[in-house]
């Protein structure tokens, strides 16, 4: 079969189609991989280097807001009374154990709450070497609601800073009490923090601690 000769405007058409084939792989073999890529790939490195120097510039800038902040929390750490006041962990445990006795006393007009059973507990992830000791006891509670949600607020929430952990919390059905409603059953474990009196501020700590008398009580 002959094949056709091309028109005029064809054969201009197919001219241009292949110039304009000529120029694109012109361009990527010759321009856009040895000159226009590793400029983008320059272009995109400065970004880089320009966010970081913005970076490093607002850090600047905040230094001395930095600064300041660290001053507050040297002087907050030089605060005796976000620690316990006893230096000797054995003393921290029983006066942590008698304080937790007092506070539920203090809710007695919102319901009961007795604490049944108060014991030390090992730290073993704290060194003697230590400059903060660790002090846990655990706590196991015949309470009801209202005077519970209080007496977790007050431990939570005053001085020396004390964190309840290991929390659970039941109701015995085979207790009866005169209302029908049987108090919940409560454990849980109480920490606090006893500085060393080589720690940052211990001396000054442990000349303002009051000197308490352990009850002989506690470990019941």
Not at 31 to 56: C, E, K, N
Request: with cysteine; net charge neutral; proline share 7%.
């Amino acid at each position: 079969m002959k094949m056709r000769p091309m028109k005029p405007a064809e054969s201009r058409m197919a001219a241009i189609g292949l110039l304009v084939l000529v120029l694109l792989l012109a361009y990527f073999l010759l321009l856009h991989w040895w000159f226009v890529a590793p400029l983008r790939d320059i272009d995109s490195q400065m970004d880089d280097l320009r966010g970081t120097q913005s970076r490093y510039a607002t850090a600047i800038a905040q230094k001395p807001q930095l600064l300041k902040r660290i001053e507050q929390l040297g002087q907050n750490q030089s605060d005796s009374s976000t620690f316990l006041s006893e230096t000797d962990p054995n003393a921290a445990s029983a006066a942590l154990m008698q304080r937790v006795v007092d506070d539920a006393a203090k809710f007695a007009q919102q319901g009961s709450c007795e604490v049944s059973q108060k014991m030390p507990v090992n730290n073993l992830g704290t060194a003697p070497t230590d400059p903060y000791q660790k002090v846990v006891v655990s706590i196991s509670l015949h309470c009801d609601m209202q005077p519970l949600v209080g007496l977790l607020y007050t431990l939570e929430k005053g001085k020396p800073y004390l964190f309840v952990q290991d929390f659970s919390v039941y109701r015995n059905p085979l207790v009866n009490t005169q209302k029908n409603v049987a108090p919940l059953e409560v454990q849980f474990t109480l920490a606090g923090y006893v500085r060393a009196s080589g720690a940052p501020g211990g001396s000054q700590a442990n000349a303002q601690a009051p000197t308490e008398q352990t009850p002989g009580d506690d470990n019941e």
